[in-house]
């Protein structure tokens, strides 16, 4: 089984600031990575896919990047909206998400 | 509107059964992978099974095989999720989503509470 670890778990930031958040795969996976974000109480939303393509109505502030072990998620510029917990997901072999990165308000 | 609703949750006792449904509307439901993702309650997503377009091909979790099946009616526009022998540790809250590598489209999700 593929294995999807994302550091930090938790992130305090504050609005306008730039956020990466890594995710690592225990074996290569290419760029079949994708990245979700989600709500309290409320489904997941996929912002990412293939690693580094965004998913359409998703705002431009939102990019991913990677390929292989290494990938993130980067939000250049926070805004209130975004506090939320993110997930990546890898689908190079079954499907499998990471234990997600809770992303607070300073 | 493309959307997705799921019904069918509820308690159920250990050792149980229970069908969830998705209703699916707003795109060809036909041409699409299904899945189903869960979440237990105050943890992570949790990928659980995925159908092909003609329900010919279906994967599922290790932990679920021989008790989930999953299946779909494409002329009703619905997804089927057939859990039996239920246990706690399938206390969830369980969505279904389109796609299978990438999930666009996601339902609201429905509870699943697997207790005595």
């Known amino acids: 089984d593929i294995q999807m670890t994302q550091s930090p778990s938790s992130l305090s930031a504050s609005v306008g600031d730039r956020v990466t958040i890594t995710c690592r795969a225990s074996?290569?996976?290419?760029?079949?990575l994708n990245w979700y974000q989600q709500k309290p109480g409320k489904a997941p939303k996929l912002l990412i896919y293939?690693?580094?393509s965004l998913q359409s109505g998703v705002p431009s502030r939102f990019s991913g990047s990677g390929s292989g072990t290494d990938f993130t998620l980067t939000i250049s510029s926070l805004q209130p909206e975004d506090f939320a917990t993110y997930y990546c997901?890898?689908?190079?072999?079954?499907?499998?998400f990471g234990q997600g990165t809770r992303l607070e308000i300073k | 509107e493309v959307q997705l609703v799921e019904s069918g949750g509820g308690l159920v006792q250990p050792g149980g059964s229970l069908r969830l449904s998705c209703a699916a509307s707003?795109?060809?439901?036909?041409?699409?992978?299904m899945t189903w993702v869960r979440q237990a309650p105050g943890k992570g997503l949790e990928w659980v099974a995925n159908i092909n377009q003609d329900g010919s091909e279906t994967y599922y979790l290790d932990s679920v095989k021989g008790r989930f099946i999953l299946s779909r009616d494409n002329a009703k526009n619905s997804l089927f999720l057939q859990m039996n022998g239920l246990r706690a540790e399938d206390t969830a809250v369980y969505y279904c989503a389109r796609g299978t590598g990438s999930f666009d489209i996601w339902g609201q999700g429905t509870m699943v509470t697997v207790s005595s």
């Open positions: 293939i690693a580094s």
């Open positions: 707003g795109f060809t439901f036909s041409t699409y992978w």
């Open positions: 997901q890898q689908n190079y072999h079954a499907r499998s």
């Open positions: 074996q290569s996976i290419s760029t079949y």
